[in-house]
């Protein structure tokens, strides 16, 4: 499937473990927005999704027309992300 080729494709680029979607989330998200942007905007909303999500498991899809306040709670998250990564990279390292 699509999606989880994107979950695959930004996970290894940020770094992260992500087990799974929440299927009842990915369709509800599929039924409830018509996609105008096609698959760049499917992109951007999983690697957005990969970025936020904190349990391994996909369940909140980000689409785009975030809010400022949003916006900033998204940075918070992955800065936490990175450093995380990075802190797990470095102990391979040593």
């Not at 989330?25 to 936020?52: D, K, T």
């Amino acid at each position: 499937m699509l999606v989880e080729y994107f979950i695959d494709r930004y996970a290894r680029k940020a770094g992260r473990r992500i087990r799974g979607v929440n299927k009842r989330s990915l369709e509800i998200a599929f039924r409830s927005y018509s996609w105008p942007g096609n698959i760049r905007e499917l992109q951007n909303v999983i690697e957005r999704s990969v970025i936020v999500c904190e349990h391994g498991k996909i369940s909140r899809w980000m689409k785009v027309g975030f809010s400022r306040q949003s916006l900033e709670s998204e940075t918070e998250i992955a800065k936490r992300s990175y450093l995380k990564s990075l802190a797990s990279q470095e102990e391979r390292i040593d």
